[in-house]
């Protein structure tokens, strides 16, 4: 069985940074592709990015390009969300997410195996 933990969420002003990480145990999480989803007060989770299993092709959703980046170290059985230029909206439990072997990448949540407890990301105006 794969679990996952996430960390590295706390508070941040407006601009600033946070990497999250997850730590897979359990199995390799080089047998997985992940993602990273996150959930805002009183919205839906919603689906940030994934990276493959190998760690060599990630996807960010549009509305993220160019300040979160999805990476991949199978040596120490994490997975890293880098988040930049943090906005207030940004603001939510973030959560990270491990497809089952042999999913390449998926955008949907219901594809997705193994869930974190998540990891909460407050954003300061």
């Known amino acids: 069985q794969l679990h996952l933990a996430e960390s590295g969420g706390g508070l941040v002003q407006a601009g600033g940074s946070l990497r999250l990480s997850c730590v897979a145990s359990?199995?390799?999480?080089?047998?997985?592709?992940a993602g990273w989803f996150r959930q805002a007060p009183g919205r839906e989770r919603e689906f940030v990015g994934a990276?493959?299993?190998?760690?060599?092709?990630?996807y960010i959703i549009d509305s993220l390009k160019g300040r979160f980046t999805i990476s991949k170290d199978n040596t120490k059985n994490t997975v890293y969300l880098q988040m930049n230029s943090l906005k207030p909206e940004d603001t939510a439990v973030y959560y990270c997410?491990?497809?089952?072997?042999?999913?390449?990448?998926?955008?949907?949540?219901?594809?997705?195996?193994?869930w974190g407890l998540g990891t909460q990301v407050t954003v300061s105006s």
């Open positions: 359990g199995r390799a999480i080089s047998d997985h592709s």
């Open positions: 990276i493959t299993w190998s760690g060599r092709r990630s």
């Open positions: 997410a491990a497809l089952p072997p042999g999913v390449v990448i998926s955008t949907s949540e219901r594809e997705y195996e193994y």
